[in-house]
Protein backbone atom coordinates (compact mmCIF):
# COMPACT_ATOMS: atom_id res chain seq x y z
CA UNK A 1 0.00 0.00 0.00
CA UNK A 2 1.01 3.73 -1.21
CA UNK A 3 -0.34 5.74 1.70
CA UNK A 4 -0.90 9.38 0.33
CA UNK A 5 -3.90 11.03 2.40
CA UNK A 6 -1.72 12.69 5.63
CA UNK A 7 -4.36 15.06 5.71
CA UNK A 8 -7.10 12.64 6.52
CA UNK A 9 -5.07 11.05 8.77
CA UNK A 10 -1.60 9.58 10.13
CA UNK A 11 -0.22 6.56 11.12
CA UNK A 12 0.81 6.49 14.61
CA UNK A 13 4.71 7.26 15.83
CA UNK A 14 5.36 4.05 16.97
CA UNK A 15 7.04 5.38 20.42
CA UNK A 16 3.42 6.91 20.87
CA UNK A 17 1.79 3.69 20.88
CA UNK A 18 4.41 1.94 23.24
CA UNK A 19 4.37 5.07 25.89
CA UNK A 20 0.19 4.51 25.75
CA UNK A 21 0.48 0.85 26.48
CA UNK A 22 0.93 1.11 29.90
CA UNK A 23 -2.15 3.38 30.74
CA UNK A 24 -4.67 0.60 28.75
CA UNK A 25 -3.31 -2.21 31.24
CA UNK A 26 -2.13 -1.65 34.49
CA UNK A 27 -2.22 2.21 34.92
CA UNK A 28 -5.47 2.66 34.73
CA UNK A 29 -5.99 5.45 37.81
CA UNK A 30 -8.24 7.87 37.50
CA UNK A 31 -6.06 11.11 37.06
CA UNK A 32 -8.65 12.54 39.92
CA UNK A 33 -8.59 9.63 42.51
CA UNK A 34 -6.06 9.92 45.42
CA UNK A 35 -4.31 6.54 45.42
CA UNK A 36 -1.02 6.26 43.92
CA UNK A 37 -1.96 4.74 40.52
CA UNK A 38 -3.69 8.08 40.11
CA UNK A 39 -0.74 9.99 40.87
CA UNK A 40 0.92 7.86 37.78
CA UNK A 41 -1.61 9.12 35.64
CA UNK A 42 -2.24 12.36 36.78
CA UNK A 43 1.90 12.58 36.26
CA UNK A 44 1.22 11.51 32.40
CA UNK A 45 -0.88 14.34 31.44
CA UNK A 46 0.91 17.02 33.15
CA UNK A 47 3.81 16.03 31.03
CA UNK A 48 1.37 15.39 28.14
CA UNK A 49 0.39 19.03 28.10
CA UNK A 50 3.62 20.25 28.79
CA UNK A 51 4.73 18.13 25.69
CA UNK A 52 1.66 20.10 23.59
CA UNK A 53 2.43 22.97 24.77
CA UNK A 54 6.06 23.29 23.55
CA UNK A 55 4.90 22.97 19.89
CA UNK A 56 3.54 26.23 19.93
CA UNK A 57 4.76 28.00 22.48
CA UNK A 58 2.75 28.25 24.97
CA UNK A 59 2.38 27.37 28.72
CA UNK A 60 0.96 24.05 29.60
CA UNK A 61 -1.91 25.95 31.97
CA UNK A 62 -3.00 27.12 28.39
CA UNK A 63 -3.84 23.70 26.87
CA UNK A 64 -6.88 21.22 27.51
CA UNK A 65 -7.14 18.10 26.34
CA UNK A 66 -10.12 17.21 24.08
CA UNK A 67 -11.73 14.78 22.21
CA UNK A 68 -10.44 16.01 18.42
CA UNK A 69 -9.97 18.72 16.45
CA UNK A 70 -13.93 19.01 15.59
CA UNK A 71 -14.26 19.39 19.85
CA UNK A 72 -11.95 22.07 19.95
CA UNK A 73 -13.59 23.73 16.97
CA UNK A 74 -16.87 23.25 18.54
CA UNK A 75 -15.78 24.62 22.04
CA UNK A 76 -14.02 27.45 20.84
CA UNK A 77 -16.13 28.92 18.54
CA UNK A 78 -19.48 28.21 21.19
CA UNK A 79 -18.10 29.21 23.69
CA UNK A 80 -16.58 32.29 22.34
CA UNK A 81 -19.59 33.57 21.07
CA UNK A 82 -20.95 32.65 24.37
CA UNK A 83 -18.60 34.70 26.19
CA UNK A 84 -19.47 37.61 24.41
CA UNK A 85 -22.98 37.31 25.85
CA UNK A 86 -24.72 35.12 23.02
CA UNK A 87 -24.96 37.98 20.69
CA UNK A 88 -22.82 39.27 17.70
CA UNK A 89 -20.96 39.14 14.85
CA UNK A 90 -18.42 36.33 13.60
CA UNK A 91 -16.19 36.25 10.88
CA UNK A 92 -14.80 33.08 9.72
CA UNK A 93 -14.08 32.08 5.82
CA UNK A 94 -15.54 30.01 2.89
CA UNK A 95 -12.85 27.32 3.03
CA UNK A 96 -12.61 26.53 6.97
CA UNK A 97 -13.60 23.42 8.05
CA UNK A 98 -17.03 21.62 8.18
CA UNK A 99 -16.26 21.79 12.58
CA UNK A 100 -16.33 25.37 12.30
CA UNK A 101 -18.74 26.19 9.32
CA UNK A 102 -21.17 23.92 10.91
CA UNK A 103 -20.64 25.15 14.37
CA UNK A 104 -21.40 28.87 12.77
CA UNK A 105 -24.07 27.75 10.12
CA UNK A 106 -25.46 26.58 13.64
CA UNK A 107 -25.32 30.00 15.80
CA UNK A 108 -26.59 31.35 12.84
CA UNK A 109 -30.27 29.68 12.51
CA UNK A 110 -30.65 28.74 16.22
CA UNK A 111 -28.92 31.70 17.93
CA UNK A 112 -29.28 34.85 15.84
CA UNK A 113 -25.93 35.04 15.56
CA UNK A 114 -24.84 37.00 12.29
CA UNK A 115 -21.80 35.57 10.37
CA UNK A 116 -19.36 36.60 7.51
CA UNK A 117 -18.17 33.66 5.46
CA UNK A 118 -14.87 35.67 3.55
CA UNK A 119 -14.20 34.94 0.20
CA UNK A 120 -10.25 33.90 -0.63
CA UNK A 121 -8.38 34.10 -3.74
CA UNK A 122 -7.19 31.40 -6.57
CA UNK A 123 -4.96 29.92 -4.14
CA UNK A 124 -7.52 30.07 -1.45
CA UNK A 125 -5.87 32.85 0.65
CA UNK A 126 -7.86 34.95 2.67
CA UNK A 127 -6.67 38.86 2.33
CA UNK A 128 -6.17 40.30 6.06
CA UNK A 129 -7.53 43.32 5.09
CA UNK A 130 -10.99 42.02 4.12
CA UNK A 131 -10.84 40.68 7.24
CA UNK A 132 -10.59 43.78 9.10
CA UNK A 133 -12.97 45.66 6.91
CA UNK A 134 -15.19 43.22 8.07
CA UNK A 135 -15.40 43.63 11.64
CA UNK A 136 -18.00 45.75 12.73
CA UNK A 137 -19.00 47.46 16.32
CA UNK A 138 -20.36 44.15 17.30
CA UNK A 139 -17.94 41.69 16.08
CA UNK A 140 -17.37 39.42 19.08
CA UNK A 141 -14.67 36.49 17.14
CA UNK A 142 -13.03 35.83 14.32
CA UNK A 143 -12.00 32.45 12.74
CA UNK A 144 -9.51 31.76 10.22
CA UNK A 145 -7.73 28.46 10.00
CA UNK A 146 -3.65 28.38 9.82
CA UNK A 147 -3.60 25.67 7.26
CA UNK A 148 -6.03 24.65 4.18
CA UNK A 149 -6.77 20.69 5.01
CA UNK A 150 -7.90 20.37 1.02
CA UNK A 151 -5.39 22.69 -0.39
CA UNK A 152 -2.69 23.28 2.40
CA UNK A 153 -2.62 27.02 2.28
CA UNK A 154 -1.43 28.89 4.70
CA UNK A 155 -3.47 31.60 6.23
CA UNK A 156 -2.02 34.59 7.00
CA UNK A 157 -3.39 34.12 11.20
CA UNK A 158 -0.15 36.22 12.77
CA UNK A 159 -1.37 39.48 10.97
CA UNK A 160 -4.77 38.95 11.62
CA UNK A 161 -4.28 37.97 15.00
CA UNK A 162 -1.83 41.26 15.99
CA UNK A 163 -4.72 43.49 14.37
CA UNK A 164 -7.60 42.16 16.13
CA UNK A 165 -5.07 42.57 19.36
CA UNK A 166 -6.94 44.73 22.60
CA UNK A 167 -10.19 45.10 20.32
CA UNK A 168 -12.29 42.88 22.10
CA UNK A 169 -12.54 40.26 19.86
CA UNK A 170 -11.44 36.67 20.59
CA UNK A 171 -9.16 35.49 17.50
CA UNK A 172 -9.07 31.52 17.28
CA UNK A 173 -7.58 29.29 14.62
CA UNK A 174 -8.03 25.93 13.65
CA UNK A 175 -4.32 24.98 13.30
CA UNK A 176 -5.37 20.72 12.72
CA UNK A 177 -2.95 20.79 9.80
CA UNK A 178 -0.10 23.25 10.93
CA UNK A 179 0.23 21.82 14.21
CA UNK A 180 3.36 19.74 14.10
CA UNK A 181 3.92 19.98 10.77
CA UNK A 182 4.94 23.74 10.32
CA UNK A 183 5.85 26.22 12.64
CA UNK A 184 3.45 27.56 15.01
CA UNK A 185 3.75 30.05 18.23
CA UNK A 186 1.07 31.25 19.90
CA UNK A 187 3.56 33.82 21.48
CA UNK A 188 2.87 37.71 21.52
CA UNK A 189 0.92 37.00 18.59
CA UNK A 190 -2.88 37.44 19.79
CA UNK A 191 -4.21 34.11 18.86
CA UNK A 192 -6.61 33.66 21.92
CA UNK A 193 -8.10 30.26 20.74
CA UNK A 194 -6.51 27.32 18.67
CA UNK A 195 -7.31 23.45 17.82
CA UNK A 196 -5.07 20.59 17.12
CA UNK A 197 -5.80 17.20 16.84
CA UNK A 198 -3.82 14.23 17.90
CA UNK A 199 -4.36 11.67 14.88
CA UNK A 200 -3.12 14.74 12.22
CA UNK A 201 0.47 14.45 13.34
CA UNK A 202 1.41 10.92 14.55
CA UNK A 203 -1.43 10.74 18.14
CA UNK A 204 -3.91 8.31 18.30
CA UNK A 205 -7.57 9.64 16.93
CA UNK A 206 -10.40 10.44 19.01
CA UNK A 207 -7.77 13.47 21.11
CA UNK A 208 -7.38 16.78 20.57
CA UNK A 209 -6.61 20.07 22.07
CA UNK A 210 -7.84 23.51 22.57
CA UNK A 211 -5.45 26.37 23.71
CA UNK A 212 -6.79 28.77 25.11
CA UNK A 213 -4.74 32.22 26.02
CA UNK A 214 -4.43 33.01 29.94
CA UNK A 215 -6.89 35.75 30.82
CA UNK A 216 -9.37 34.54 28.07
CA UNK A 217 -12.23 33.65 29.48
CA UNK A 218 -14.72 31.18 28.24
CA UNK A 219 -16.94 28.81 29.25
CA UNK A 220 -17.27 25.29 28.63
CA UNK A 221 -18.53 22.89 25.90
CA UNK A 222 -18.97 19.70 28.26
CA UNK A 223 -20.31 20.31 31.68
CA UNK A 224 -20.04 17.77 34.64
CA UNK A 225 -16.52 17.33 36.63
CA UNK A 226 -13.92 19.20 37.34
CA UNK A 227 -11.40 17.90 35.14
CA UNK A 228 -8.91 19.90 33.03
CA UNK A 229 -9.33 22.88 35.80
CA UNK A 230 -13.14 22.77 35.45
CA UNK A 231 -13.03 23.67 31.78
CA UNK A 232 -13.55 20.13 29.86
CA UNK A 233 -15.55 17.46 32.03
CA UNK A 234 -15.23 13.79 31.45
CA UNK A 235 -12.50 11.47 32.62
CA UNK A 236 -9.19 12.54 30.82
CA UNK A 237 -8.67 9.75 28.38
CA UNK A 238 -5.02 9.36 29.65
CA UNK A 239 -4.09 6.77 27.17
CA UNK A 240 -4.73 8.37 24.58
CA UNK A 241 -3.48 12.08 26.04
CA UNK A 242 -0.03 10.64 26.20
CA UNK A 243 0.16 9.35 22.77
CA UNK A 244 -1.09 12.66 21.97
CA UNK A 245 1.91 14.40 23.68
CA UNK A 246 4.18 12.14 22.94
CA UNK A 247 3.36 12.43 19.26
CA UNK A 248 3.70 16.28 20.02
CA UNK A 249 7.23 15.91 21.34
CA UNK A 250 8.37 13.84 18.50
CA UNK A 251 6.47 16.56 15.59
CA UNK A 252 8.54 19.33 17.35
CA UNK A 253 11.71 17.61 17.41
CA UNK A 254 12.18 16.32 13.83
CA UNK A 255 9.60 19.34 12.43
CA UNK A 256 12.16 20.95 10.52
CA UNK A 257 14.07 17.96 9.01
CA UNK A 258 10.73 16.35 8.12
CA UNK A 259 9.46 19.77 6.97
CA UNK A 260 12.29 19.65 4.28
CA UNK A 261 12.47 16.83 2.89
CA UNK A 262 8.22 16.36 2.69
CA UNK A 263 8.56 19.70 0.62
CA UNK A 264 11.00 18.26 -1.50
CA UNK A 265 9.57 15.56 -2.12
CA UNK A 266 5.89 16.97 -3.30
CA UNK A 267 7.64 19.32 -5.50
CA UNK A 268 8.88 16.57 -7.48
CA UNK A 269 6.01 14.64 -7.22
CA UNK A 270 4.24 17.78 -8.31
CA UNK A 271 6.47 17.98 -10.84
CA UNK A 272 6.29 14.93 -12.41
CA UNK A 273 2.30 15.16 -12.53
CA UNK A 274 2.89 18.41 -14.59
CA UNK A 275 5.57 17.18 -16.92
CA UNK A 276 3.78 13.65 -17.67
CA UNK A 277 -0.20 14.28 -17.49
CA UNK A 278 -1.01 16.77 -19.83
CA UNK A 279 -4.22 19.06 -18.69
CA UNK A 280 -3.61 19.36 -14.75
CA UNK A 281 -3.92 21.84 -12.44
CA UNK A 282 -1.79 22.34 -8.84
CA UNK A 283 -4.45 24.55 -6.54
CA UNK A 284 -3.13 25.93 -3.65
CA UNK A 285 -0.19 28.44 -2.89
CA UNK A 286 2.24 26.71 -4.20
CA UNK A 287 5.57 28.56 -1.92
CA UNK A 288 2.69 29.50 1.03
CA UNK A 289 1.82 25.60 1.25
CA UNK A 290 2.35 22.88 3.79
CA UNK A 291 5.01 20.89 2.99
CA UNK A 292 3.06 17.97 1.95
CA UNK A 293 -0.07 18.56 -0.27
CA UNK A 294 -0.68 17.86 -4.19
CA UNK A 295 -3.87 18.83 -4.70
CA UNK A 296 -4.49 18.94 -8.80
CA UNK A 297 -7.03 18.91 -10.94
CA UNK A 298 -7.04 16.44 -13.52
CA UNK A 299 -9.26 17.88 -16.84
CA UNK A 300 -11.97 15.04 -18.29
CA UNK A 301 -11.21 13.13 -15.47
CA UNK A 302 -13.74 12.13 -13.14
CA UNK A 303 -11.94 11.91 -9.27
CA UNK A 304 -13.88 9.24 -7.73
CA UNK A 305 -13.32 7.29 -10.84
CA UNK A 306 -9.61 7.79 -10.46
CA UNK A 307 -9.18 7.11 -6.40
CA UNK A 308 -10.99 3.88 -7.18
CA UNK A 309 -8.76 2.95 -10.01
CA UNK A 310 -5.49 4.22 -7.81
CA UNK A 311 -6.99 1.99 -5.01
CA UNK A 312 -7.19 -1.39 -6.85
CA UNK A 313 -3.51 -0.37 -7.29
CA UNK A 314 -2.87 -0.30 -3.66
CA UNK A 315 -2.42 3.84 -3.60
CA UNK A 316 -4.92 5.89 -0.87
CA UNK A 317 -5.74 9.53 -1.99
CA UNK A 318 -8.56 11.60 -1.49
CA UNK A 319 -10.88 14.03 -3.46
CA UNK A 320 -11.56 16.98 -1.50
CA UNK A 321 -11.30 16.16 1.72
CA UNK A 322 -11.73 12.84 3.88
CA UNK A 323 -14.64 14.54 5.51
CA UNK A 324 -16.73 15.20 1.90
CA UNK A 325 -15.56 12.42 0.31
CA UNK A 326 -18.39 9.75 -0.63
CA UNK A 327 -20.60 12.78 -0.92
CA UNK A 328 -21.40 13.97 -4.24
CA UNK A 329 -21.05 17.34 -3.35
CA UNK A 330 -17.89 19.46 -4.95
CA UNK A 331 -15.59 20.73 -2.60
CA UNK A 332 -16.57 24.11 -1.15
CA UNK A 333 -13.05 25.04 -0.79
CA UNK A 334 -12.24 24.51 -4.65
CA UNK A 335 -15.72 26.27 -4.90
CA UNK A 336 -14.84 29.20 -2.87
CA UNK A 337 -11.60 29.57 -4.86
CA UNK A 338 -13.57 30.12 -8.23
CA UNK A 339 -13.34 26.60 -10.04
CA UNK A 340 -16.03 25.00 -11.40
CA UNK A 341 -18.26 22.24 -9.75
CA UNK A 342 -16.77 20.36 -12.90
CA UNK A 343 -12.93 20.91 -12.01
CA UNK A 344 -13.90 20.38 -8.43
CA UNK A 345 -15.11 16.68 -9.22
CA UNK A 346 -12.37 16.39 -11.23
CA UNK A 347 -9.42 17.41 -8.68
CA UNK A 348 -7.81 14.35 -6.70
CA UNK A 349 -5.73 15.31 -3.59
CA UNK A 350 -2.50 13.79 -2.47
CA UNK A 351 -1.17 14.60 1.01
CA UNK A 352 2.48 12.96 1.74
CA UNK A 353 4.13 12.84 4.87
CA UNK A 354 7.52 11.84 6.29
CA UNK A 355 7.03 7.64 6.03
CA UNK A 356 6.79 7.85 2.14
CA UNK A 357 9.65 7.76 -0.20
CA UNK A 358 10.40 8.62 -3.94
CA UNK A 359 9.76 5.64 -4.86
CA UNK A 360 5.85 6.23 -3.34
CA UNK A 361 5.61 9.08 -5.29
CA UNK A 362 6.92 8.01 -8.69
CA UNK A 363 4.74 4.78 -8.06
CA UNK A 364 1.74 6.83 -7.90
CA UNK A 365 2.85 9.35 -10.69
CA UNK A 366 3.03 6.11 -13.25
CA UNK A 367 -0.44 4.44 -11.81
CA UNK A 368 -2.29 8.46 -12.23
CA UNK A 369 -0.66 8.53 -15.78
CA UNK A 370 -2.41 5.61 -16.93
CA UNK A 371 -5.65 5.58 -14.87
CA UNK A 372 -6.04 9.31 -16.52
CA UNK A 373 -5.26 7.76 -20.43
CA UNK A 374 -7.73 4.94 -19.82
CA UNK A 375 -10.53 7.54 -18.34
CA UNK A 376 -9.68 9.84 -20.90
CA UNK A 377 -9.95 7.38 -23.71
CA UNK A 378 -13.47 7.29 -22.39
CA UNK A 379 -14.42 11.11 -22.49
CA UNK A 380 -15.74 12.53 -25.75
CA UNK A 381 -14.83 15.81 -24.41
CA UNK A 382 -11.42 15.19 -24.41
CA UNK A 383 -11.52 13.98 -27.28
CA UNK A 384 -13.21 17.21 -28.43
CA UNK A 385 -10.34 19.09 -27.29
CA UNK A 386 -7.83 17.19 -28.75
CA UNK A 387 -9.09 17.13 -32.41
CA UNK A 388 -9.48 20.89 -31.60
CA UNK A 389 -5.68 21.53 -30.29
CA UNK A 390 -4.46 19.89 -32.96
CA UNK A 391 -6.97 21.97 -35.82
CA UNK A 392 -5.75 24.91 -34.22
CA UNK A 393 -1.93 23.77 -34.53
C1 LIG B 1 -9.19 16.78 10.52
C2 LIG B 1 -9.55 18.21 10.72
C3 LIG B 1 -10.44 18.59 11.72
C4 LIG B 1 -11.17 17.59 12.57
O1 LIG B 1 -10.32 16.95 13.47
P1 LIG B 1 -10.79 15.57 14.14
O2 LIG B 1 -9.77 15.30 15.19
O3 LIG B 1 -10.76 14.55 13.04
O4 LIG B 1 -12.14 15.77 14.70
C5 LIG B 1 -10.69 19.94 11.89
N1 LIG B 1 -10.09 20.86 11.13
C6 LIG B 1 -9.21 20.53 10.15
C7 LIG B 1 -8.54 21.62 9.36
C8 LIG B 1 -8.91 19.20 9.91
O5 LIG B 1 -8.05 18.89 8.94
Not at 244 to 254: D, N, P, V
Request: charged share 25%.
Amino acid sequence: MIYLDHAATTGMEAEAVSAMLPFLSERYGNPSAVYQIAAKSRAAVAKARKQAASVIDADPSEIYFTSGGTESDNWAVTAAFEAAGGRGHIITTAVEHPAVLRVCEYLERERGARVTYLPVDRDGYVEPEAVFRAIRRDTVLVSVMAANNEVGTVEPVYRIASELRGRGILFHTDAVQAFGHIPLSVKDTGIDLLSASGHKFGGPKGTGILYIRRGVHIGSLLRGGAQERNRRAGTENVAGIVGLGAAAEIAKRHMEERGRYVRALRDRFAHRILAEIPFCHLNGAQKNGLPGTVNVTVDYVSAESALIMLDMKGICASGGSACSSGSLNPSHVLLAMGRSAEEAKSTIRFTLGYDNTEEDTDTAVEALSGIVRQLRAMSPKYEQRVSGDHRNG
